[in-house]
T-cell receptor, first 112, second 113 residues
Framework: QKEVEQDPGPLSVPEGAIVSLNCTYS??????FMWYRQYSRKGPELLMY????GNKEDGRFTAQVDKSSKYISLFIRDSQPSDSATYLC????????????FGTGTSLTVIP | SQTIHQWPATLVQPVGSPLSLECTVE??????LYWYRQAAGRGLQLLFY??????ISSEVPQNLSASRPQDRQFILSSKKLLLSDSGFYLCAWSRDRRTDTQYFGPGTRLTVL
């Protein structure tokens, strides 16, 4: 079983829709959770960073962590064509290990 | 603010040729540095990380090597490229390799022919 599972999509939505992107994980020790946005042929850029469970909101983006279900989500409200990208989740246990574990990414297209 | 640079942006090399990719970070000191390879549909594969000058840890056995000659410089090398080395190479940095998030450079797209 992979440490992090992420549906690769592709996901296609009309402009203005609410988008839900999700990752599941198997390691209950994960405490730090991140979402990255990656445009084609570019490096990933950090969108959201959360610690432990709960919600975090930043503009049109909301990150949600449910540690009891080992499930994290990224919601995008009022989606825009500029949101079209691949979204990667990442997580870390924050212990002596070095590893950040990344999902394989979900490809999102927002249609004008 | 911190900035991370990678060059070249794209590279086409013949099989068996050497490789040198460079990454530099500005605006911070003693960063943790990482090299990743990203293949389509396979996510990010950690190749090397470094917590300080001359300190390199390898995550995946392969014909690649890494060096950190200066605090904010990280180099990925190969003596002889293989076809399977083609991919998108990303350098990243973080303040704390356990708890802090990683910030990525723009990447180098390598094609080995």
């Amino acid at each position: 079983q992979k440490e992090v599972e992420q549906d690769p999509g592709p996901l296609s939505v009309p402009e203005g829709a609410i988008v839900s992107l999700n990752c599941t994980y198997s390691n209950s020790a994960f405490q730090y959770f991140m979402w990255y946005r990656q445009y084609s042929r570019k490096g990933p850029e950090l969108l959201m960073y959360t610690y432990s469970s709960g919600n975090k909101e930043d503009g049109r983006f909301t990150a949600q962590v449910d540690k009891s279900s080992k499930y994290i989500s990224l919601f995008i409200r009022d989606s825009q064509p500029s949101d079209s990208a691949t979204y990667l989740c990442a997580m870390s246990a924050g212990n002596t290990g070095n590893q950040f574990y990344f999902g394989t990414g979900t490809s999102l297209t927002v249609i004008p | 603010s911190q900035t991370i640079h990678q060059w070249p942006a794209t590279l086409v090399q013949p099989v068996g040729s050497p490789l040198s990719l460079e990454c530099t970070v500005e605006g911070t000191s003693n960063p943790n540095l990482y090299w990743y390879r990203q293949a389509a549909g396979r996510g990010l594969q950690l190749l090397f990380y470094s917590v300080g000058i001359g300190q390199i840890s390898s995550e995946v056995p392969q014909n690649l090597s890494a060096s950190r000659p200066q605090d904010r410089q990280f180099i990925l090398s190969s003596k002889k490229l293989l076809l399977s080395d083609s991919g998108f190479y990303l350098c990243a940095w973080s303040r704390d390799r356990r708890t802090d998030t990683q910030y990525f450079g723009p990447g180098t797209r390598l094609t080995v022919l």
